[in-house]
DNA sequence: TTGCAATTGCAACATAGTTGCATTAATTTT
DNA sequence: AAAATTAATGCAACTATGTTGCAATTGCAA
């Protein structure tokens, strides 16, 4: 089970996500809110959030966790998959909305996919 | 630069990719060779031969590093990009010879990819 | 052989993430 | 409104992956 009682500390992370529609590394987050709470809450909040389909996450091009808010999710419904992009000079990470195809592999069933996208963002683009 | 000295050590490891055409993960080489060399050496001489194109790098779906031979590489040309499958039942992890199309995105200049399909594999398949 | 630089082992460190447990605080019950 | 319940938190200790500095070793060329 996910969020069951709305702490403080529950309304500082989801207002950071609500008020930027930005994708944060959880090393970030636990920076932003270091002085509040404790990094292992942070951890916490983060995990039951994600299972009440409240916020995704995923893997920066270091390996780092990231996440960012859900668009159209539920406790009992994931469906908002899709592609991210990061920056390589800002290291910004965006979800994107494009569908990618992915080809079917003989004798293989593909159920989820994990696709990173890697170069300029339009700021560092220039 | 990559490998300068054939080492035992480096034999050692390159043994390991040339008899099974078969990705590994570091965690995994470290456990296989570790009677016969310090786990820094390890990720050292895997630094060396990604450096010389013969073997590459990517993330596995929780974020370890695992490594795969490369096929028509070399120092200063690497060549040898593509997705990979990791099952989710046994962990196997496969380099795919597969082309995704990846669509241009609007202010963006994509660079490279990271693709992670998973599933289950041949032998989990049935 | 000898000499030297590449390589290795080792211990200590860095960082991300997890766990157990006592304490605190939302929320429900009385 | 107070008490009871139990989710949530803080903290310290821990695990895991990966890195670094440095002294000791070893491959290789002269
Ligand atoms: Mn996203
Ligand atoms: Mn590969
Ligand atoms: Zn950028
Ligand atoms: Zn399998």
């Known amino acids: 089970m996910g969020i069951i009682r709305k702490t403080k500390a529950v309304t500082t992370v989801l207002q950071i ?9 959880v090393v970030h987050l636990i920076e932003l809110v270091k002085d509040k709470m404790n990094k292992t809450t942070v951890y916490r909040i983060l995990d039951r959030l994600e299972q ?13 966790k990231w996440y960012a808010k859900c668009e159209g999710c539920s406790a009992n419904h994931h469906s908002d ?12 990470v965006e979800c994107l ?23 300029q963002c339009e700021v560092c683009c220039v």
């Open 81 to 92: 998959k899709h592609p991210h992009f990061q920056c390589t000079e800002c290291d910004k």
């Open 52 to 64: 009440d389909g409240v916020i995704h996450s995923f893997n920066g091009k270091d390996g780092l």
């Open 17 to 25: 996500f609500e008020e930027k529609n930005e994708a944060k590394s």
């Open 97 to 119: 909305s494009i569908e990618i195809n992915i080809p079917s592999i003989k004798n293989h069933k593909v159920e989820s996919t994990d696709i990173l996208l890697m170069g």
